[in-house]
């Protein structure tokens, strides 16, 4: 089995698919690895460390000349995978609701699109799951970069000339980069409360010793739909939340929201007149930019990697935040790809062979045709 990795080509992408220690890994499975010269580069892992670990580095897009396997962040343009054998598997990111037209140009390709952010929510592939290992990493990052472009400090410090107050940070949607946040905040001294439309992560909010914040009053609430993931809330919900939002905002100084809904547009959840309740100088960091629509995110006016100064406030967010952490979401994402396709390896034909729940997950194409259920439903 050839295993291939191209540079990444999209804008602003500077993680890498494998890494020297997976190349190693995939090398004892018995596979070929070949990668294009500088796809490192930008995750700071130089072309002689993939040598060093076995594997081929090779000049453009020759790099997938007979691959059987294509490895990538996000999943390259079809059209730069014509030298891979007929039905090569290309596991990456694909965004299926995002890009339809992208998946159709793969099944036309013939190739076997696996997209990684459809790995079921199970025991078993936690190991395999891009999406807690890059939102983890999101989690962390956002509350750093709200941290330096707030212009006052973090914890409470108690000096001769007087004390600072600990800054407030409220994060909003409280699943693995939610969490991440209130850990990282915590860490650097902050008071920290959260809220989620899931009731089951009040306890998960309190054992890192942050307040829970929670609409109490409306019944039949419990936000929880299939896999885990949130689902939209009724109209009732909404309001309530607004207005409990709308008392508890005025008094933070860093808002983080990571309020994500599968398939749909990341739900508003701070309006204009709230922000213009927050004290100047304070921070929202929007980590849902990227998944909303013209007028933001989860913070209304909020722009993809642009400070938006409104009423004093900064809002602001990256329209990828792993890549601004390469090195390190490069080595959990290379482990999770390895993890998957290791997991699935026959020994006989030393190949993966990707059947059942999770190969069936993530499969969007293969023989000529779109073939997952979740696009076709869609
Ligand atoms: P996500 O990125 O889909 O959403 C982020 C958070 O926003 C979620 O907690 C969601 O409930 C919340 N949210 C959505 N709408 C909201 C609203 N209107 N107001 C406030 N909050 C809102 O979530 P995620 O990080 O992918 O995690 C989702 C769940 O999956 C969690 O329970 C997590 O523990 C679980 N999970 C399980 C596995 C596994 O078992 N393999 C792996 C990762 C995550």
Do not use: C
């Amino acid at each position: 089995t050839r295993i291939a990795v191209l540079k990444e080509s999209a804008p602003g992408e500077t993680r890498v698919a494998l890494t020297p220690e997976t190349a190693k890994k995939f090398f004892a499975l018995g596979a070929v690895v070949a990668i294009e010269e500088g796809a490192g580069d930008s995750a700071s892992i130089p072309d002689a460390a993939y040598a060093d670990a076995g594997a081929h580095v090779v000049s453009g897009a020759q790099a997938v000349n007979g691959a059987d396997i294509v490895l990538g962040v996000q999943a390259p343009d079809p059209a730069a995978l014509a030298g891979a054998n007929p039905g090569a598997k290309v596991a990456a990111t694909f965004d299926p609701f995002g890009t339809r037209d992208s998946v159709n140009a793969y099944a036309k390709a013939g190739l076997e699109a696996l997209a990684m952010e459809f790995m079921p929510r199970i025991t078993r592939a936690q190991s395999m799951d891009v999406l807690s290992s890059q939102s983890n990493l999101s989690g962390y990052k956002a509350v750093i970069a709200a941290a330096n472009q707030y212009g006052r400090a973090f914890p409470m410090m108690m000096t001769a000339a007087g004390t600072i107050q600990a800054a407030r940070v409220f994060v909003m949607g409280v699943g693995v980069a939610g969490l991440q946040a209130i850990a990282t905040a915590k860490r650097l001294g902050a008071q920290v409360s959260a809220t989620d439309v899931r009731s089951a992560t009040r306890e998960q909010i309190e054992s890192l010793g942050a307040k829970p914040v929670f609409v109490e009053a409306v019944e039949g609430i419990e936000g929880e739909g299939s896999g885990g993931y949130a689902t939209e809330m009724s109209e009732e919900y909404q309001a309530a939340q607004a207005e409990l939002v709308s008392s508890h905002i005025a008094k933070q100084d860093i808002v983080i929201t990571t309020a994500l809904i599968p398939g749909r547009a990341a739900p508003r959840l701070v309006s204009d007149a709230q922000i213009a309740t927050m004290r100047p100088g304070s921070v929202l960091f929007d980590l849902a930019v990227s998944q909303g629509d013209a007028t933001g995110g989860n913070v209304e006016g909020s722009k993809a990697d642009e400070l938006v100064e409104k009423h004093g406030i900064t809002i602001m967010g990256f329209s990828n935040t792993p890549a601004a952490l390469a090195p390190d979401a490069s080595a959990l994402f290379a482990r999770n790809l390895y993890n998957f396709l290791s997991a699935f390896w026959d020994e006989g034909t030393g190949a993966p062979v990707l059947d059942g729940e999770i190969g069936d997950a993530v499969r969007l194409t293969r023989g000529g045709a779109v073939v997952n259920d979740r696009l076709i439903k869609s």
